[in-house]
């Protein structure tokens, strides 16, 4: 879980390193449009972050590059690359990604409102505490489908993984790779109304 923390922290640092907003995540962007009506981001953002989740899956791949042939289970393999549920039920896993999706957007929201911090954050304070959140998220709502809470995070590593040449893969699963498109989209856009509505 200590890597949800990392990954979040470190990957939004460098984004705003070069003059992005720090959005790794398709759900975030889509949550701040809902609440600003400003749409004009998910056209260049969404594809960067769909790319960049592909790119960090093909470093994961190199990493392991030894260990795909000595690795007999197939879901341990997909795992490293996307979420897999504990219980396979749709319904249920779309809603523990829409509720873990809810919380991360209004949440982030209100630690970057002048609510959260009285007079506005610190430079790098932002994504050291959206880090801890992400990692919150995943210690108290990810059991139940390993939290993707991004849609770029598992559909870009998931692609990788069915073109990528693993020994003994298995399938990549696409019959369950809606669920945590759809659950972080409709999570984000809920929580984008109310962030809207509340005005923060």
Known sequence: ???????????????????????????????????SGDWSRLSVYVPAQILGAM?????????????????????DK????STIPAIRAPLANI???????????LVAAAISSKYGTGVG?????????TGFLVWGIGLSLGGP??????????LG??????VLPIPGKGTSDFGYAFVPI???????SLAGILVKLIGI
Not at 78 to 81: D, H, M, Q, S
Not at 121 to 129: C, H, K, R, V
Not at 145 to 154: C, K, S, V
């Open 121 to 129: 954050l610190s430079p790098g304070l932002g994504p050291f505490l």
């Open 157 to 162: 590593p998931r692609i990788m993984h069915a």
């Open 1 to 35: 879980m200590h890597s949800a923390f990392l990954g979040e922290f470190l990957g939004t640092m460098i984004m705003m390193l070069i003059g992005s907003d720090g959005h790794l995540n398709p759900a975030v962007t889509v949550g701040v449009a809902v609440s």
């Open 182 to 188: 759809v659950g972080p989209l409709v999570g984000a």
């Open 95 to 105: 809603l523990t990604e829409i509720i873990g999706t809810f919380v991360l957007v």
């Open 78 to 81: 997909l795992g490293c690359f």
């Open 145 to 154: 489908t390993g939290y993707a809470i991004n849609p770029a995070r598992d």
């Open 55 to 75: 790119a960090g899956a093909v470093l994961v791949w190199l990493t392991y590059l030894s260990h795909w042939k000595r690795t007999p289970d197939p879901l």
